[in-house]
């Protein structure tokens, strides 16, 4: 029998056969890639700076004080303190008081600017230290919105009083104290402080830029 020899198969490839690679990201399809994606490293955290959280606890002991003390440079050098009640605290730190405008001069804050601001509650164990430059406000635009009633008490003339005025200092640092032990308690430990360098276990006291 004679054996009809098989067709040798093509493997040449055929316009058929070709296929294009088409646009990268289609299933079967070629894809280059340059290596692994970017790993996103988060920024660093500046300890020194305050976060929501800091400026909320300072806030909160503010408004639960309600008085401050308001310091500022004498046109002598000398420091000038005077009691102010606290109208109100922004989300940035800013404070804002109703005051007198006999009380606090604007020259006094157009020559020395910056101010110190005090609290402290005995009680309740905690107090507060602010500072930042001062600005006195005499806008009426802004006056009006912080009005309340309570201020007439001060202002006998009432929002058109010629004495009313808003003082706002834009806090750039604060800082906190709050203890656990009484005030007899808190003095010994601050003087055994002051000799060994370190801070009372009972104590928390934060500082931070703002």
């Known amino acids: 029998m004679d054996v009809i020899p098989q067709k040798e198969k093509d493997l ?19 894809k280059l890639t340059d290596g692994p994606e970017p790993v996103a490293v988060p920024e660093a955290v500046d300890p020194r700076v305050a976060t929501e959280e800091f400026i909320g606890k300072v806030k909160s ?3 639960d004080i309600g008085i401050c003390m308001v310091c500022t440079l004498g046109k002598g050098g000398e420091i000038e303190s005077r009691p102010m ?14 005051f ?21 509650d005995p009680k309740g164990n905690k107090c507060v230290e602010l500072r930042g ?11 009006q919105p912080m009005w309340k009633l ?9 929002l058109d009083d010629p004495q009313v005025a808003l003082f706002r200092v834009d806090v750039r640092e604060a800082a906190y104290w709050e203890w656990k032990s ?19 276990p009972d104590m928390v006291h934060e500082r931070k830029v703002l």
């Open 12 to 30: 040449s490839l055929g316009e058929a056969d070709i296929k294009p690679l088409g646009r990268p990201g289609n299933i079967g399809e070629a």
């Open 61 to 63: 002991i503010l408004e």
């Open 85 to 98: 009640v606290l109208h109100s605290v922004d989300t940035d730190g800013s404070l804002w008081f109703f």
């Open 100 to 120: 007198g405008r006999d009380t606090l001069r604007s020259e006094q804050i157009q020559t020395a600017p910056h101010v110190t601001v005090t609290a402290s």
């Open 133 to 143: 430059p001062g600005k006195i406000v005499q806008s009426h635009e802004q006056l």
């Open 150 to 158: 309570e201020h007439g008490h001060w202002f006998a003339g009432g």
């Open 182 to 200: 009484g005030l007899v308690g808190t003095t010994l430990k601050r003087l055994e402080a002051m000799v060994t360098g370190v801070e009372p």
